[in-house]
């Protein structure tokens, strides 16, 4: 059964940084071999999509946080990150690690992110 298990949420001040992470375990899956994707829901609003990388390592990114959070991976540890630069309260929600495979879709737990001083 593949799992994806998020960490490296927190609280963090405006203009702050944190870096998400993503481990994927389980059957045979390489996260090399598929895309990979972060999204984020806040309060009352839907979920999102905040960044995605494809099996052949191109990137995109919602306009809200272009330049400045990175999306990126680490075949070695099966695991992606979002690394997130000049937060703002706006960017507060939890964050998802999200993958399709085998036709199905596959979610992590979700990490709280709050940008507030």
């Known amino acids: 059964q593949l799992q994806l298990v998020e960490s490296g949420g927190g609280l963090v001040q405006p203009g702050g940084s944190l870096r998400l992470s993503c481990a994927a375990s389980?059957?045979?899956?390489?996260?090399?071999?598929?895309?990979m994707g972060w999204y984020r829901q806040a309060p009352g609003k839907q979920r999102e999509l905040v960044a995605a990388?494809?099996?052949?390592?191109?990137?995109n990114y919602a306009d809200s946080v272009k330049g400045r959070f990175t999306i990126s991976r680490d075949n070695a540890k099966n695991t992606v990150y979002l690394q997130m630069n000049h937060l703002k309260p706006e960017d507060t929600a939890v964050y998802y690690c999200?993958?399709?495979?085998?036709?199905?879709?596959?979610w992590g737990q979700g990490t709280q992110v709050t940008v507030s001083s």
């Open positions: 990388i494809t099996s052949g390592g191109s990137t």
């Open positions: 389980g059957n045979i899956f390489s996260i090399y071999a598929n895309a």
């Open positions: 999200h993958t399709l495979y085998g036709n199905r879709h596959y």
